[in-house]
């Protein structure tokens, strides 16, 4: 079974620009979660995708956005880049059964110059 | 208060040794709880699952104490290999929640 694969693994921008990072679920999974992992910080909550609707996001401002196919893939979008927005981008899906993990994608390593 | 509060570490160990984490968590409502490992600039992978009842896998055990939310983690004869960042996740649900809450993590470095 394929884990959770994200695209491109590695970006680099400069500010002010606009970035599109995409995720696809592990077979069967509906939700998607974003986060970002800053440099030597924790993962910071994103966004939470469930059968094509946001369900959640968390504090990061207006210019952090997103959508989920009808396949459950996803996209995170970011407009007017800032140099703080360099960070490892993660997905995940999960299985909306009960008491079940999040699986995470490799990332994307997102550098703003 | 943080929703999830860990003891960042770093915690240097020798190969063989008994290590333990801890984990706290603010919200009594939280359901499911997990231990997740990062290796440097990876992403982060799930170790185990905790039950009410404790649970073990291999050289790891995890315990769970709902009255005090707290949750441990113990890793037995340390290797080399376990060196990462752990991570504790709590999973709490409602109508319009139903995201991870993890830890800032605790960092494990086993030397020879």
């Known amino acids: 079974e394929a884990g959770v694969t994200q695209s491109p693994t590695h970006l680099i921008k400069t500010r002010g620009q606009q970035v599109t990072l995409r995720c696809s679920p592990i077979s069967g999974h509906t939700s998607v979660y974003w986060y970002q992992q800053a440099l030597g910080l924790g993962l910071q909550f994103l966004l939470w995708?469930?059968?094509?609707?946001?369900?959640n996001r968390g504090n990061f401002p207006p210019r952090f956005s997103g959508r989920q196919f009808p396949n459950y893939s996803s996209e995170l979008n970011v407009n007017a880049l800032e140099l703080e927005d360099s960070a490892l981008y993660l997905c995940?899906?999960?299985?909306?059964?009960?008491?079940?993990?999040?699986?995470f994608g490799d990332g994307t390593r997102l550098s703003i110059l | 208060r943080k929703e999830v509060e860990q003891d960042p570490g770093p915690f240097n160990v020798p190969e063989g040794a008994t290590v333990a984490f801890n984990c706290t968590y603010s919200n009594s409502a939280s359901q499911s709880f997990f231990w997740y490992r990062q290796d440097c600039r990876k992403e982060p992978k799930l170790l185990m699952s905790v039950y009410s009842s404790g649970n073990e896998d291999g050289r790891f055990t995890a315990q769970l104490n709902r009255a005090s939310q707290y949750i441990s983690l113990l890793i037995r004869d340390s290797k080399l290999s376990d060196s990462a960042t752990y991570l504790c996740?709590?999973?709490?649900?409602?109508?319009?929640?139903?995201?991870?809450?993890f830890g800032r993590g605790t960092q494990l470095t086993v030397w020879p």
């Open positions: 995708y469930d059968e094509g609707e946001e369900r």
């Open positions: 996740v709590v999973n709490r649900r409602g109508s319009t929640l139903g995201r991870l809450y």
């Open positions: 995940a899906s999960e299985n909306r059964g009960r008491n079940q993990p999040q699986h």
